[in-house]
């Protein structure tokens, strides 16, 4: 079974990540999520993706504050697309997260989305519409979740909206 793998570095990362299971929920995505550290416990981290893998892990999601190399660690053991969501949090609030998770060197990429519950939520579509390249059922709610997104701008808009 195809499935979206997302790991973060701590407990301490779940109030953020909640918001990416959530979305894959939605579109009753398959997922597994674990605790598993770059720095704390690399070799769990290790085992975990090749299991992933053959399991049939698709791409994977990292989460991490602070020295953020979890991404980058899980991007050196596969050549699945790998999301980074860099996470605040420690004195520099999210700013050493998100360089550490962007600056791979090249030929190792890390796809990073935004700091923080917006990044888990963009991870999360990410992730989806890789699967949807070949899922054509799960682009079919991709295409209706934009046409959704676009009605409740123009709901929103015409709770205030003034046009002479
Ligand atoms: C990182 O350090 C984790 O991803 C977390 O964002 C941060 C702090 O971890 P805790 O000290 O809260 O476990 O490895």
């Known amino acids: 079974m ?14 953020v990540m ?3 299971v959530s979305v894959l929920k939605k579109f009753d995505v398959p ?4 605790i598993s550290s770059a720095h ?35 991007a050196s ?7 980074g969501v860099p996470l605040k949090g420690g004195a520099l609030d999210g700013l050493d997260s998100l360089l550490s998770t962007v600056q791979m060197p090249s030929g190792m990429p890390v796809g990073t ?8 939520v963009n991870s999360a579509y990410l992730a ?8 054509s059922e799960l682009e079919g709610k991709l295409r209706e979740d934009r046409v959704m ?12 909206e003034v046009i002479l």
């Open 2 to 15: 195809e499935f979206v793998a997302i790991l973060m570095g701590s407990k301490s990362d779940y109030n």
């Open 18 to 20: 909640s918001e990416c």
């Open 31 to 34: 997922y597994e999520v674990i």
């Open 40 to 74: 704390r416990s690399p070799q769990r981290t290790k085992d975990y993706i090749k299991s992933a893998e053959e399991k049939g892990a698709k791409v994977f999601i990292a989460a991490a504050g602070m020295a953020a190399h979890l991404a980058g660690a899980v």
């Open 77 to 83: 053991m596969t050549t699945k697309p790998v999301i």
């Open 113 to 120: 989305v935004a700091l923080g519950k917006t990044g888990a």
């Open 128 to 135: 989806m519409q890789i699967l949807a390249l070949s899922n």
């Open 149 to 160: 997104k676009a009605k409740n701008v123009e709901l929103d808009s015409s709770d205030i």
